[in-house]
């Protein structure tokens, strides 16, 4: 019996090369790109980013669903998908080095003043900053997930004092880990440079708020490279404005793509990308994908979300 796959992307968005890169990787399965008009495939498994909540009333055999990205708050929040089916989300692929290049650019920019020389150039004027004093910039990185785990050790290895906070104990190498709720407002006033890896679940939404944020060492600094809804938008603009942080580089915001006329656009402290920090690449999401599947369909368990926690 043939292997039904459907892949499935947020409404409008061509998956062609998906279901083509697929099907030259697993040619014993038939891949059908998501059409809402279309009929039942009879599915067994679904390859998603952001699909529409009438895959899931439709296709009724889904054993598991497989996210192309490493956040599934999108998926969560769909009461459509019923609670038996299997999430499964990209662990690293390839991502986990362009989120450090995103977090050390972010940090080396303002550890070493670059911005600062950046203006001075534009008035053609040559001074140099004293040497910097790592001990000065103690980085905290929220999140100790794959990716934040690997941003944390990169971190430690430039020799910046780091820490890490997640929701529950661990040992790693260089960071000093501190966890739960308890352990929050001591890890925030040991930061200066806050870099947000967390998952986005009812428990860590706007999570950076005033409060929290305010708990920073002087001259705070954050870089969100997680999900727009852990920040409270007005409360940073509020803390850069009053001098209490230095600056902000922020990848993913509340609403995507940033309006026109935000705050954060013009704001001389404030860096935007548009969520670019670590982008899915196509050949190892597949690679990492078509392994999940026959590890699965070989009676495998590859590790999967778990639902009550959201991540
Ligand atoms: C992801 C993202 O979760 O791109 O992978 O935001």
């Known amino acids: 019996m043939t292997l039904e796959i459907v892949i499935a992307g947020s409404p409008g968005r061509d998956m062609s090369?998906?279901?083509?890169?697929?099907?030259?990787?697993?040619?014993?399965?038939?891949?059908?790109?998501?059409?809402?008009?279309?009929?039942y495939v009879g599915a067994r498994y679904a390859i998603v980013?952001?699909?529409?909540?009438?895959?899931?009333?439709?296709?009724?055999?889904?054993?598991?669903?497989?996210?192309?990205?490493?956040?599934?708050?999108?998926?969560m929040d769909m009461p459509q998908l019923p609670p038996h089916v299997a999430v499964l989300r990209l662990e690293d692929a390839g991502m986990a080095?362009?989120?450090?290049?995103?977090?050390?650019?972010?940090?080396?920019?303002?550890?070493?003043?670059?911005?600062?020389?950046?203006?001075?150039?534009?008035?053609e004027l040559w001074a140099p900053l004293p040497a910097v004093d790592r001990a000065a910039w103690p980085v905290g990185v929220m999140g100790l997930g794959a990716l934040g785990t690997r941003v944390a050790q990169a971190v430690a290895a430039l020799g910046y004092p780091v820490a890490g906070w997640a929701r529950s104990a661990r040992e790693l190498p260089g960071v000093e880990v501190y966890a739960g709720d308890?352990?929050?407002?001591?890890?925030?006033?040991?930061?200066?440079?806050?870099?947000?890896m967390l998952p986005l679940t009812p428990q860590t939404e706007g999570i950076l708020n005033r409060a929290h944020l305010e708990r920073l060492r002087p001259g705070g600094y954050l870089i969100n490279a997680a999900r727009g809804g852990h920040l409270v938008e007005a409360d940073l603009l509020a803390l850069l404005d009053e001098g209490r942080m230095d600056g902000a580089l922020l990848d993913v915001f509340h609403d995507e793509p940033l309006p026109p006329g935000h705050p954060f656009w013009g704001h001389p402290r404030v860096i935007v990308t548009p969520h670019v920090a670590a982008m899915t690449l196509q050949a190892e999401a597949v690679v990492q994908i078509t392994?999940?599947?026959?590890?699965?369909?070989?009676?495998?368990?590859?590790?999967?979300v778990a639902r009550d926690r959201g991540y």
């Open 182 to 196: 308890a352990q929050l407002p001591g890890f925030l006033a040991r930061s200066r440079v806050l870099v947000n």
């Open 291 to 304: 392994d999940k599947i026959l590890a699965m369909e070989g009676g495998g368990s590859p590790a999967v």
């Open 97 to 123: 080095v362009q989120m450090v290049e995103y977090v050390l650019y972010g940090l080396l920019r303002a550890a070493r003043g670059f911005d600062h020389y950046a203006a001075q150039q534009r008035q």
């Open 49 to 75: 980013w952001k699909p529409p909540a009438a895959l899931f009333e439709r296709e009724t055999g889904l054993q598991a669903v497989f996210n192309l990205g490493a956040g599934i708050d999108a998926l």
């Open 17 to 39: 090369s998906w279901c083509a890169a697929f099907a030259a990787a697993m040619p014993q399965a038939r891949f059908h790109p998501w059409d809402d008009k279309g009929p």
